[in-house]
């Protein structure tokens, strides 16, 4: 909404966004990041749990009287988010032992609690050299804070999260994918809290040691913990995603990062089965990586049977009790990429009877919810209604989303089955599988080849 005030703004049309008093910082931070004083109107507390007669004294007591101020006030140009105060990138900027450098860097707000390790000039250095960019170069600007990044801002941030040298191709690449348009990085500080998610595909896994088997997805082996940490270090200290005492991260209750995820390609072509990275459209060969939010993790999906539709059911059933409260903010936005972590076992059953595109179709039409609930779980996230009528008529859902008003008729909460993800990792000796909610256009997939330099083995 405060984007739209924004370019409303921007076009010589007043406007003022009414808020409630929590977003208020928030706000404050999103109309700087882009350049214009935004005038607000304040609800103080949340609409959402005040009763209606409430909802309407304050209307009247607080919003109308900043309505009119804000509609009939002059303009005013932001001030930078940046401060001017700012150290210029590469310099010194602190002299101390080991203990004093992490009381300065957490005093500054450069540190996301866990000790880091000292960007020393030379150690930067060390990971220049694996880089197939100067130090000067632009990935791009990113919001919230309107800063650069480049190769020497990468180097830094891999530094402190305790990244090898050898890992700055896949942290460029990572941040050439948050800094794509199609991620939307600007919506990272949302009430939702969600994570990114790095997947690695190519034959940089096994070059790097990521681990793509037992334990896949728990901290312990370097390149997946440190890298899965430097992207959400990035966040912070480039972006300027921080929660209090920084600005720019409303989420309203956290998880942690997420640790990188690689696939284990080895099974799936045992399974006969395309990557991750192939379905979406790069070669068998290519060193990719894929960035997507997380917004909710599924409990252990355990299947059992010697049949695809054993294990399909399952999923199935699994996905859609999980991820059903949330499920309205896929369709209300028509992208939801659900990603499948699934157990090489597990891959190598289904994919004896069903190709990857059969699996999801199954999935995709089981997967479902009633309509009455979707509508359910909407208002109180959204203050919202969820008209699925219009989302029709707005190209944004197939048309069998409207064929009834029945609120006990039954909906896919996933509208595409090739929209599903799939990547087989994880224990070989359980059969045991994981799902993963993003937040629909939120973080949305994004995938970026990672460029090697010069020289590489």
Not at 83 to 109: A, R
Not at 288 to 317: K, N, R, W
Not at 349 to 369: C, G, N
Request: charged share 20%.
């Amino acid at each position: 909404m405060l984007r739209a005030s924004v370019t409303a703004e921007k076009a010589g049309i007043p406007t003022v966004s009414l808020i409630s008093s929590g977003f208020l910082r928030l706000a404050e931070a999103t109309s700087k990041s882009m350049g214009v004083k935004l005038p607000l109107a304040v609800y103080s507390g949340h609409p959402m749990m005040d009763a209606p007669e409430q909802v309407s004294a304050k209307a009247k007591a607080e919003l109308l009287p900043a309505v009119i101020a804000g509609l009939t006030a002059q303009r005013e140009s932001a001030q930078a988010l940046i401060p001017e105060s700012e150290p210029q990138p590469g310099s010194i900027v602190f002299s101390g032992d080991l203990l004093e450098v992490q009381e300065h860097f957490l005093e500054q707000l450069w540190s996301d609690g866990l000790p880091v390790v000292p960007p020393t000039s030379d150690r930067v250095e060390e990971f220049l050299a694996h880089s197939p960019y100067p130090r000067d170069h632009v990935i791009g600007v990113l919001p919230n804070e309107g800063r650069e990044a480049t190769a020497l801002s990468v180097a830094i941030n891999g530094v402190m999260a305790g990244c090898r040298p050898e890992y700055m191709p896949v942290l460029l690449a990572i941040v050439d994918a948050i800094a794509d348009e199609h991620f939307r990085l600007e919506d990272a500080g949302s009430t939702p809290s969600w994570e990114p998610l790095v997947v690695v595909n190519g034959p940089i896994v096994k070059q790097l040691g990521f681990n793509f088997g037992q334990g896949a997805m728990k901290v312990g082996r370097q390149a997946n913990t440190s890298i899965g940490r430097f992207l959400r270090l990035y966040m912070r200290n480039v972006c300027g995603f921080r929660i209090p005492p920084g600005d720019g991260d409303k989420g309203s209750i956290g998880f942690t990062f997420n640790v990188a995820l690689a696939e284990d390609e080895d099974a799936a072509r045992r399974a006969g089965w395309s990557t991750l990275a192939m379905d979406l459209g790069f070669g068998p060969d290519e060193n990719v990586v894929s960035v997507m939010s997380v917004v909710c993790i599924t409990a252990p999906l355990y299947s059992a049977g010697s049949h695809a539709v054993d294990h399909a059911h399952q999923f199935a059933e699994v996905i859609k009790r999980s991820f059903a409260p949330w499920a309205h903010v896929g369709l209300r936005k028509g992208v939801w990429t659900p990603l499948i972590i699934m157990g090489p076992e597990v891959a190598e059953v289904i994919a004896s009877e069903w190709s990857k595109d059969e699996f999801r179709r199954y999935v995709q039409s089981h997967a479902t919810l009633e309509a009455g609930m979707l509508e359910e779980f909407s208002l109180p996230a959204t203050a919202m209604p969820l008209d699925l009528k219009r989302l029709v008529a707005e190209g944004l859902l197939p048309e069998s989303y409207a064929e009834s008003d029945d609120p006990a008729r039954l909906l896919s909460i996933v509208v595409r089955p090739e929209d599903i993800c799939v990547v087989v990792a994880g224990d070989r000796g359980r059969n045991q599988s994981r799902g993963y909610m993003p937040n629909h256009h939120q973080g949305a997939l994004t995938s970026k080849r990672i460029v090697l330099p010069d020289g590489w083995a």
